[in-house]
């Protein structure tokens, strides 16, 4: 959703042409029928939401694009995924005229690791995203990060830590309205401390509805990262 809630950006594989079937994927290194992905759009109107349009071509280059974040300016950053190297890269597509311009990668995403679900604040201050690069150390799984833009420049990503991150994959990266708040997906498990009382084992088990490991989602403040970065910006 933009920021101002006037048009929405969303991922489908629905066919590109008329009669055609859903576009297949291309990530992992392997095809993947009928999984792509590519960037369509929705305006809000004074009688509801516009027919979806598809974006252009110059932006929908491949059909492994994922995971839009709209900033204020009407720009988009999303995923794309490298057919040779299988890894995924984050890009922006700058808003201007009424048109999506050519993407450009994200400063904070070289194409060396596998970088995925970008978060940009409205003001592009900042950008949570999730990465397997060090010291994430999972070969499959990801860690959040979380990169700030000063001077016009993204800097060096951060990793948010042990505390925000676990030994499983912690992706899916959101912001709250404020950007003060994270929300995202876990395959964490919430450990159970022994011994338990008979009414701990109940409560286990009731939580077991969702303390199962399969990417629920969780929340954290991000208000530690964003005062120590305000802190050293003001002490430069």
Do not use: C
Not at 39 to 57: F, I
Not at 71 to 84: C, H, L, P
């Amino acid at each position: 959703m933009s920021p101002d809630g006037k048009f929405l950006i969303f991922v489908s594989s629905r066919t590109i042409e008329e009669h055609g079937k859903p576009i297949d994927g291309h990530f992992n290194k392997s095809t993947q029928p009928g999984q792509g992905g590519n960037l369509w759009r929705v305006d809000r109107t004074p009688s509801g939401w516009s027919k979806p349009w598809r974006l252009p071509a110059l932006v929908n280059r491949s059909t492994s694009i994922f995971a839009p974040s709209v900033v204020a300016d009407g720009s988009v950053y999303f995923m794309e995924s490298n057919v040779e190297t299988g890894r995924f890269r984050i890009f922006r597509s700058q808003w201007n005229d009424g048109a999506y311009q050519a993407p450009e990668a994200a400063g904070f995403s070289d194409g060396s690791y596998s970088d995925v679900d970008p978060a940009v604040a409205p003001d592009e201050s900042f950008v949570v995203f999730a990465s397997n690069r060090p010291p994430a150390g999972k070969p499959v799984g990801m860690d959040l990060f979380i990169s700030f833009r000063d001077n016009g420049a993204w800097q060096n990503p951060i990793h948010l830590g042990n505390v925000v991150n676990s030994p499983t994959s912690d992706a899916e990266a959101r912001l709250s309205p404020d950007g003060k708040t994270l929300y995202f997906s876990s395959e964490r498990l919430v450990r159970v401390e022994q011994p338990i009382s008979s009414t701990q084992a109940e409560q286990y088990i009731e939580d077991m509805e969702w303390n199962n490991g399969l990417y629920n989602i969780w929340q954290v403040s991000l208000q530690p990262w964003l005062k120590a970065h305000a802190v050293s910006v003001k002490g430069k």
